[in-house]
């Protein structure tokens, strides 16, 4: 099984800029899609971007694209999530999560999105994120 681990959350400042980054072991991230999910207070955990098995693809919420940008080196086997222009509506916790590209398809599929949470087999335990002045 592949385990995750989020790191680089922490508070900043409205239209600053945040990197986050899971670390994964226990499985080659070659055979894996990742995507990042957000919770927002009071709000359903909705997928922010996604990386197939190679980066050859991804996708974004309507809600941060253009402004944030997913990245990953399975040769490191991390995984980063590169946050830009951040509004206090960014505020949330964000997990990574993990999908053997024998299980389902996600984030390559025909919907161009991130795909749901039961998409996904394996998370992180999340880092709290929070814009504020």
């Known amino acids: 099984q592949l385990q995750l681990v989020e790191s680089g959350g922490g508070l900043v400042q409205p239209g600053g800029s945040l990197r986050l980054s899971c670390a994964t072991s226990?499985?080659?991230?070659?055979?894996?899609?990742i995507g990042w999910f957000r919770q927002a207070p009071g709000k359903e955990r909705e997928g922010v971007a996604c990386?197939?098995?190679?980066?050859?693809?991804?996708n974004y919420a309507d809600s941060v694209k253009g402004r944030f940008t997913i990245s990953r080196d399975n040769a490191r086997n991390t995984v980063d999530l590169h946050m830009n222009s951040l509004s206090p509506e960014a505020t949330g916790v964000y997990s990574c999560?993990?999908?053997?590209?024998?299980?389902?398809?996600?984030?390559?599929?025909?919907?161009?999105?991130?795909?749901?949470?039961?998409?996904?087999?394996?998370w992180g335990q999340g880092t709290q994120d929070t814009v504020s002045s």
């Open positions: 990386t197939s098995t190679y980066g050859d693809r991804t």
């Open positions: 226990g499985g080659t991230l070659d055979y894996y899609h």
């Open positions: 999560a993990a999908v053997h590209l024998t299980a389902r398809v996600v984030c390559i599929n025909s919907t161009r999105s991130p795909g749901g949470a039961k998409d996904y087999d394996y």
